[in-house]
C-alpha cells in the first residue's frame, strides 16, 4: 500500500470574503439587487395568480369545484419558482373574461426568458473576473446547455431594469382590470 500524503485547506489562510474576493463589491451589489428584484418579481407573479383568480366569475354550478381547487392553486403561487409560476400566470390571465392584455404571448415569453437568466444568476458559481470586471458564471442547465456570455455590472443592470419593468406589466395586468393590484394601496376595487 502506498502512502497517501493528506492536505487540508486552512481557512484561515484563505482571502478575505473568499471564494468572492476577486469581484468588486459593487459588482456584488449589483448582482444582489438583481436578485432581489427576480424574488420580487416571483412574489408579484403569485399576487396576481391569486387577485385572477379570485375575480374570475364562475356559474353556479362551477363554484364549489373551483372553490375546493383555488386552495392548491395560490398554495402552489407561494412555493412555485419563476418558471410555473409564469405557466400558472399565463392560465389564469387567459381563463380571467374581463383580461384586456393584447399581448400576452410577448409578455409570456419575456418571463419564460427572465426565468432562464434568472437561473444563471441566481445558481452559477461566479468565475474570475476578466479585466473588464466581466466573468461567465459556471452554469449548466437541464438541457445540458452550458451558459457562456460574460456578465459584467452593466448587464446586470439591464436585467435587473428589464425584470423591473416585466413586475410593472404583470401589475398592469390586473389594475386594467379596475381591480386593486393584492397588498398594495393602489387604486382599483380591492379584491
Known amino acids: 500500500m502506498t502512502d497517501i500524503k493528506k492536505h487540508y485547506i486552512e481557512p484561515e489562510s484563505l482571502p478575505e470574503l473568499f471564494p468572492t474576493h476577486k469581484h468588486e463589491p459593487a459588482f456584488w451589489e449589483v448582482l444582489g439587487r438583481t436578485v432581489a428584484t427576480f424574488g420580487f418579481l416571483e412574489e408579484i407573479l403569485g399576487k396576481a395568480i391569486f387577485a385572477l383568480t379570485a375575480t374570475k366569475p364562475y356559474s353556479e354550478e362551477d363554484i364549489q369545484a373551483a372553490y375546493e381547487a383555488w386552495y392548491k392553486k395560490l398554495e402552489k403561487a407561494l412555493t412555485d419558482q419563476l418558471s ?38 441566481c445558481h452559477g458559481s461566479w468565475r474570475t473576473p476578466d479585466d473588464s470586471g466581466a466573468s461567465i458564471p459556471h452554469f449548466v442547465n437541464f438541457e445540458k446547455m452550458i451558459f457562456d456570455t460574460p456578465i459584467d455590472k452593466d448587464f446586470l443592470l439591464q436585467v435587473q431594469k428589464h425584470v423591473s419593468d416585466l413586475i410593472c406589466t404583470v401589475i ?20
Open 172 to 191: 398592469n395586468t390586473v389594475t386594467q382590470m379596475g381591480f386593486q393590484f393584492p397588498g398594495s394601496s393602489g387604486p382599483g376595487k380591492p379584491i
Open 84 to 121: 410555473y409560476l409564469t405557466k400558472s400566470y399565463d392560465k389564469s390571465l387567459r381563463e380571467h373574461p374581463q383580461s384586456t392584455i393584447t399581448n400576452i404571448d410577448e409578455l409570456i415569453e419575456q418571463l419564460k426568458e427572465a426565468a432562464k437568466i434568472r437561473n444563471v444568476i
